[in-house]
């Protein structure tokens, strides 16, 4: 499998070196040189598979020339032998919504399912290759957590997370700052994720920098969560779907757009998907530039769905590239003028195929709570607020195919909001509950980028 940047599809990579580079030296972001599709037949063979099995088989797809089935197999197998249940992620269905729950991994939320195959394959290359890495990574809750549970107590890695200072919800810090590994660096910066973000993509910017350090990453910037989180669409459809080739929608509470372009790639790979449905919160950029074609960041708002409290979506730059018919000089013209003049505009012709594809809505804060409280009220079952910014989004649109929910994380992770919207706190499992009175350990800085290149070379 051969790899591209979409700021410079002439020059080749393997898939070890995108995984290790994670973002590329010139700024893009790496995509298959060719994506792989499969027709009607071949899907069918998917039908009955254990997730374990979807997983192996997709997930080589594009490991090729690194790593084998067998291997890839092997890995998945260790990476979810402590999930909660067998089949990895669970389909709930309540009333009319498909709910897919995603969070029965160490951590409560999604991330953790992507995470733990990443932290095995890190080892594993690690060790081919006698290497020494440093991961640094930018949450806005979940993925520091996730990264953490894959990496912590791991030989020759050190990783540094960076989380936006106060703007996440208790438990998504406790489980990243009470691990209490010594390869475990957490480091609150007085800002939002954006700036956690510019922070990272600076420094995986810096060649000389990065290369002193070897420094890699695990954003969803790094093409090896997508391929991981393409499997649950493939899961989820054969679970849903009662006739072949049938067509259903797929919800996804929507953030830096990782997880929602990982469904575009399921598509693109033969999967019936009729609509992916972009739900925001009142950081609602994406649904402003599917609306409008105009790409435009403004000031970000927290909010009670903080995963979502992002405004600049990296992930999207995979689908401007791919809506450009893979044309990198385009898309580097228009992530320039993101730098320079604060924007850009999508052509009307590349606006539909996003619109083929896509549909989009946001959530005020008081929906969400009214969702949280209406689907417990009715259902009986509690959701975390990123749930319910999708399951509400999928309730403002009049689609007749099936539609699955992307439940994202876990209630007790939020449960202060989701107690103050239905008047029933979740509990966290109870092998997890130690997390909230365990000793904290991070570091608060300023966001700026001197200061945290001195704190990571301080402490490698």
Not at 1 to 15: H, L, P, Q, V
Not at 27 to 35: E, M, Q
Not at 210 to 237: D, E, H, L, P
Not at 387 to 393: L, P, R
């Amino acid at each position: 499998m051969e790899y591209i940047s979409t700021r410079n599809a002439k020059k080749y990579f393997s898939f070890k070196d995108v995984f290790l580079k994670g973002l590329a030296s010139d700024g893009g972001l790496f995509v298959p040189k060719k994506i792989p599709f499969y027709n009607s037949t071949e899907l069918q063979k998917f039908k009955n598979l254990p997730y374990n099995e979807t997983a192996a088989k997709i997930v080589s797809e594009f490991c090729k020339g690194d790593f084998s089935e067998s291997e890839v197999k092997n890995l998945i197998n260790i990476s979810y032998k402590n999930f909660r249940i067998k089949n990895v992620v669970n389909l709930n269905k309540i009333g009319e919504i498909n709910l897919l729950e995603l969070f029965h991994g160490p951590t409560l939320a999604f991330k953790d399912i992507a995470m733990q195959v990443i932290g095995n394959m890190y080892e594993k290359i690690i060790k081919k290759n006698n290497l020494k890495v440093n991961i640094i990574v930018a949450t806005s809750g979940d993925t520091g957590a996730a990264a953490i549970s894959a990496i912590k107590d791991r030989n020759n890695m050190k990783i540094f997370v960076l989380h936006p200072h106060n703007k996440i919800s208790e438990v998504q810090r406790k489980f990243m700052t009470t691990t209490g590994s010594k390869n475990v660096f957490n480091i609150a910066i007085k800002g939002n994720f954006d700036d956690c973000q510019k922070l990272v993509k600076s420094m995986f910017a810096d060649k000389k920098f990065n290369k002193s350090i070897n420094m890699t990453g695990v954003n969803s910037i790094n093409w090896s969560r997508i391929i991981v989180q393409i499997v649950y669409y493939f899961f989820a459809y054969f679970k849903i779907a009662k006739k072949k080739d049938e067509k259903i929608n797929f919800s996804v509470p929507t953030g830096n757009f990782g997880d929602i372009y990982a469904g575009y790639i399921a598509k693109k790979m033969g999967l019936p998907v009729n609509k992916l449905i972009i739900a925001t919160n009142k950081n609602d950029i994406l649904k402003r530039v599917v609306n409008t074609g105009i790409y435009k960041p403004e000031k970000v708002e927290h909010t009670v769905s903080p995963s979502m409290d992002i405004q600049l979506a990296s992930n999207f730059e995979r689908l401007i590239f791919d809506i450009n018919s893979c044309n990198s000089d385009k898309t580097s013209k228009l992530m320039k003028d993101l730098n320079t003049i604060g924007k850009f505009k999508i052509e009307k012709e590349q606006l539909n195929r996003i619109k083929e594809n896509f549909l989009s809505e946001s959530l005020s804060e008081t929906e969400t709570k009214f969702i949280i409280n209406d689907f417990y009220k009715n259902g009986k079952v509690l959701i975390d607020p990123h749930t319910a910014v999708a399951i509400g989004v999928t309730k403002k649109f009049s689609l007749k195919e099936k539609t699955v929910v992307l439940s994202t994380a876990h209630p007790s992770k939020f449960h202060d909001v989701v107690m103050e919207a239905s008047g029933r706190k979740p509990e966290l499992p109870k092998n997890l509950k130690n997390i909230l009175t365990k000793k904290e350990n991070f570091d608060t800085l300023s966001a700026d980028l001197k200061e945290v290149k001195k704190y990571i070379i301080k402490r490698i």
